[in-house]
T-cell receptor, first 111, second 119 residues
């Protein structure tokens, strides 16, 4: 069963704009991770945020985590056509290190 | 470093036939996962190995699916016999050992997957 739920399911923006994707989950977590998947390819790890962290940055990526609302957001600033991909959030519960994925957000960045 | 290597990239088989997928994880990554991703969905865990031990196979349909990880390195996932509903992308991932880590400080590395089509 899938723990996370991304919102929106699909997002289309122009190059240079910012893209925000949200993720909600159901149970308490150890950490939350964001992955990118280009069409027909495997998943690439983008960023991990622990349950005791509220915000993390990595280049053009900014992730926030609100454990009281059981939600996270991924912001991609100054988007590029190469950012076109599906983005998944995945949660890790307890100490078993199993990743549970949401259904993903399909981001299209138009040149 | 080659990353997680999977083969084949694509496989088309008729229903009721057997099929096998192979995965070579990153050197030193003792934890290995097999995930299945249906079209338009996120990946779902089938089985997790710590070295050669399957520590979580609760999601593996054991009537037709089997997996092994001899010597704690390469792994194979087998389906016998395949059904139409098994069409999906099968992803392998690896990570540093869970035991001994005080926190999950790294993400997992995924292979490119095997796209299975059962006709």
């Amino acid at each position: 069963s899938q723990q996370g739920e991304e919102d929106p399911q699909a997002l289309s923006i122009q190059e240079g704009e910012n893209a925000t994707m949200n993720c909600s989950y159901k149970t308490s977590i150890n950490n939350l991770q964001w992955y990118r998947q280009n069409s027909g390819r495997g998943l690439v790890h983008l960023i991990l945020i622990r349950s005791n962290e509220r915000e993390k940055h990595s280049g053009r990526l900014r992730v926030t985590l609100d454990t009281s609302k059981k939600s996270s957001s991924l912001l991609i600033t100054a988007s590029r056509a190469a950012d076109t991909a599906s983005y998944f959030c995945a949660t890790v519960r307890g100490s078993n290190y199993k990743l549970t994925f949401g259904k993903g957000t399909l981001l299209t960045v138009n040149p | 470093e080659a990353g997680v290597v999977q083969s084949p990239r694509y496989k088309i088989i008729e229903k009721k036939q057997p099929v096998a997928f192979w995965c070579n994880p990153i050197s030193g990554h003792n934890t290995l996962y097999w995930y299945r991703q249906n079209l338009g969905q996120g990946p779902e865990l089938l089985i997790r190995y710590e070295n050669e031990e399957a520590v979580d196979d609760s999601q593996l349909p054991k009537d037709r699916f089997s997996a092994e990880r001899l010597k704690g390195v390469d792994s194979t996932l087998k389906i016998q016999p395949a059904e139409l509903g098994d069409s999906a992308v099968y992803l392998c991932a690896s990570s540093l050992p869970a035991r001994g880590r005080t926190s999950a400080s790294e993400g997992y590395t995924f292979g490119s997957g095997t796209r299975l089509t059962v006709v």
